[in-house]
């Protein structure tokens, strides 16, 4: 099992992108958060599965730099990258389902943990932008409310794919208030990681 200091030392010799890092940090919160929420009611706690859920938000995108010339590599590229670092299928098939209906060929989502990668990854730049737009910039003054206001404005932030983030209710169960909810607390948390 890849460990969290792998995965970040990893990410930071692929990826010398602040904005791109802390992207991928807002990811992996995320996932944290979302662990606890969908799979530990049903199955309890257990670290090592948060692990598997974080890393694999942390490193969903850790391949983007290396890859921009030739984004059709994107997610192939980090999984051969993680393969001899002992990653589970489990983090490599969720990393190239995030991909789904952007790379030729990438798997559809089917599990929980896949699922919320989806969702997700598009939410945390949604609301970094709603903290972009804040006098101050910061995540701490963002609230469910900044965003769902944002929400229906197409023209803002127009690049977060609303219709992915709303899948969170069909596939995820989850009501897409409480999933902004869920994701905005959860980079709260890290604010300063992030940068706002």
């Known amino acids: 099992m890849i460990t969290r200091n792998q995965a970040i030392e990893l990410l930071h010799s692929k990826m010398s992108s602040v904005n791109l890092r802390r992207h991928c940090y807002a990811v992996e919160t995320s996932m944290r958060a979302l662990y606890n929420t969908l799979e530990v009611p049903s ?10 859920w974080a890393i694999t938000g942390l490193l969903h995108d850790g391949d983007y730099e290396f890859v921009q010339k030739d984004l059709t590599r994107h997610t192939h590229q980090i999984v051969e990258w993680l393969i001899p670092l002992g990653a589970s299928e489990e983090i490599t098939h969720a990393i190239l389902s995030h991909g789904w209906q952007y790379i030729d060929g990438n798997p559809e989502p089917s599990t929980l943990l896949e699922w919320s990668l989806y969702c997700c990854d598009e939410l945390t730049g949604l609301i970094v932008a709603v903290a972009l737009v ?3 910039k910061k995540l701490n003054s963002v609230t ?3 965003v769902q206001n944002k929400w229906n404005a197409k023209g803002f932030a127009a690049g977060a794919k609303r219709s992915q983030i709303e899948l ?3 596939k995820l169960k989850i009501p897409l208030r409480d999933f902004i909810a869920i994701v905005l607390q959860s980079m709260q948390k890290i604010s300063s990681d992030i940068g706002l």
Not at 43 to 52: A, F, I, T
């Open 144 to 146: 469910l409310e900044s």
């Open 43 to 52: 199955l309890g706690y257990n670290s090592e599965r948060e692990e598997v």
């Open 134 to 136: 804040k006098p101050d």
């Open 168 to 170: 969170c209710e069909e």
